[in-house]
T-cell receptor
Framework: AQSVSQHNHHVILSEAASLELGCNYS??????LFWYVQYPGQHLQLLLK??????LVKGIKGFEAEFIKSKFSFNLRKPSVQWSDTAEYFC?????????????FGTGTRLQVTL | ETGVTQSPTHLIKTRGQQVTLRCSSQ?????VSWYQQALGQGPQFIFQ???????GRGNFPPRFSGLQFPNYSSELNVNALELDDSALYLC???????????FGPGTRLTVL
């Protein structure tokens, strides 16, 4: 069965610090990976996705992620965080259940950026 | 382009009651998935509907059921509510077979 692990539950950074959030997955099929962000009081939004090709994926708002197949990892990075990046971040893997394409999420990482 | 909408925003029920949550899919999408997000957890897949039929289900009991209508909107019904059903319920729409899903704002259900 597929699973996603996010090891950092709560991260506190100062503005302009660099960010790396860990994500490891377990899935035997073709891997499709996602990072979603949930700002306070808002709905889940897609930050970036990896389907195939270049393992370094760039998303919105300056975020990027690197797919490392040998490590089953898809870590999220940002060189310099802003206060507005304070949010909950979820890593997810896509898989099939029957004919349904479903997402399996990690437990999330709460990022708090201080001024 | 209209995004995914859900109603109501918040709902309070008591144990044993039944609840219906509603979702309108994004324009052009024909598939709806429902997820439960408990406090401090990531969303968990409940089920998916396509062509008005359930075509995949997660690890949820039969008291969680759904409907999809010809206009692709959907309902999630939960019978015999339990305290542990308190959560944010998310609806996501997509095109059938697509790997990407678009989420609505969710309905916050509190069971007392």
């Amino acid at each position: 069965a597929q699973s996603v692990s996010q090891h950092n539950h709560h991260v506190i950074l100062s503005e302009a610090a660099s960010l790396e959030l860990g994500c490891n997955y377990s899935y035997g099929g073709t891997v499709n990976l996602f990072w979603y962000v949930q700002y306070p009081g808002q709905h889940l939004q897609l930050l970036l996705k990896y389907f195939s090709g270049d393992p370094l994926v760039k998303g919105i708002k300056g975020f990027e992620a690197e797919f490392i197949k040998s490590k089953f990892s898809f870590n999220l990075r940002k060189p310099s965080v802003q206060w507005s990046d304070t949010a909950e971040y979820f890593c997810a893997v896509n898989s099939l259940t029957g004919t349904a394409s479903k997402l399996t999420f990690g437990t999330g990482t709460r990022l708090q950026v201080t001024l | 382009e209209t995004g995914v909408t859900q109603s109501p925003t918040h709902l309070i029920k008591t144990r044993g009651q039944q609840v219906t949550l509603r979702c309108s899919s994004q324009s052009g999408h024909n598939t709806v998935s429902w997820y439960q997000q408990a406090l401090g957890q990531g969303p968990q897949f409940i089920f998916q509907y396509y062509r008005e039929e359930e075509n995949g289900r997660g690890n949820f009991p039969p008291r969680f059921s759904g409907l999809q209508f010809p206009n692709y909107s959907s309902e999630l019904n939960v019978n015999a509510l339990e305290l542990d059903d308190s959560a944010l319920y998310l609806c996501a729409s997509s095109l059938f077979g697509s790997r990407e899903q678009f989420f609505g704002p969710g309905t916050r259900l509190t069971v007392l």
